[in-house]
T-cell receptor
Framework: GAVVSQHPSWVICKSGTSVKIECRSL??????MFWYRQFPKQSLMLMAT?????????EQGVEKDKFLINHASLTLSTLTVTSAHPEDSSFYIC????????????FGPGTRLTVT | GENVEQHPSTLSVQEGDSAVIKCTYSDSASNYFPWYKQELGKGPQLIIDIRSNVGEKKDQRIAVTLNKTAKHFSLHITETQPEDSAVYFCAASKGGSARQLTFGSGTQLTVLP
């Protein structure tokens, strides 16, 4: 298989606090991981691309100081939402891709973030 | 950059009928076209994909066709079942180190029993 997990599946935090979301590839090594954001009834919006051991590449309009991404190993990437505000409330989804010639991206189950 | 358009946005079919969802892409360099199924509150699940060197691919009740000249590809689901009800997304990607996906806007498929 190609299983990707995310933790937590949902989180509620207060404005001004930070929250960390973990993304793990359970049965394969992920050279590249992606972080997406999805609003209700909308498509997936790519936030950033991260390669193991390298700095993440952020999409235009995504604040890199607010959404900190760390891809420390071939099986783990983390997204930290710093100084969260209610407008950061969303469904955050990660995906992972094997290295080499692989194109397939396997998605995690998502994390529902609610900022109060 | 790449732009992927998806139609229709909603589709209702009777159980047992076929469903077809269509996507067009803009970048002729795109060479990988996956389809994802997303159930409510869950992450997208890869259901089928096709490379640009293939015109059609089938997996049981699901098939995807690709027309490179016209730059469009379609998802075909036959003998639909209520559990096929979900949002379906098409996507396109091209070569390079990142191989990022550009997603369509999604189609809400409802299979009526």
């Amino acid at each position: 298989g190609a299983v990707v997990s995310q933790h937590p599946s949902w989180v509620i935090c207060k404005s001004g606090t930070s929250v960390k979301i973990e993304c793990r590839s359970l049965d394969f090594q992920a050279t590249t991981m992606f972080w997406y954001r999805q609003f209700p009834k909308q498509s997936l919006m790519l936030m950033a691309t991260s390669n193991e051991g390298s700095k993440a590449t952020y999409e235009q309009g995504v604040e890199k100081d607010k959404f900190l991404i760390n891809h420390a190993s071939l099986t783990l990437s983390t997204l930290t939402v710093t100084s969260a505000h209610p407008e950061d409330s969303s469904f955050y989804i990660c995906s992972a891709r094997r290295g080499g010639s692989s194109y397939e991206q396997y998605f995690g189950p998502g994390t529902r973030l609610t900022v109060t | 950059g790449e732009n992927v358009e998806q139609h229709p946005s909603t589709l209702s079919v009777q159980e047992g009928d076929s469903a077809v969802i269509k996507c067009t892409y803009s970048d002729s360099a795109s060479n990988y076209f996956p389809w994802y199924k997303q159930e409510l509150g869950k992450g997208p699940q890869l259901i089928i994909d096709i490379r640009s060197n293939v015109g059609e691919k089938k997996d049981q009740r699901i098939a995807v066709t690709l027309n490179k000249t016209a730059k469009h590809f379609s998802l075909h689901i036959t003998e639909t079942q209520p559990e096929d009800s979900a949002v379906y997304f098409c996507a396109a990607s091209k070569g390079g180190s990142a191989r990022q996906l550009t997603f369509g806007s999604g189609t809400q498929l409802t299979v009526l029993p």
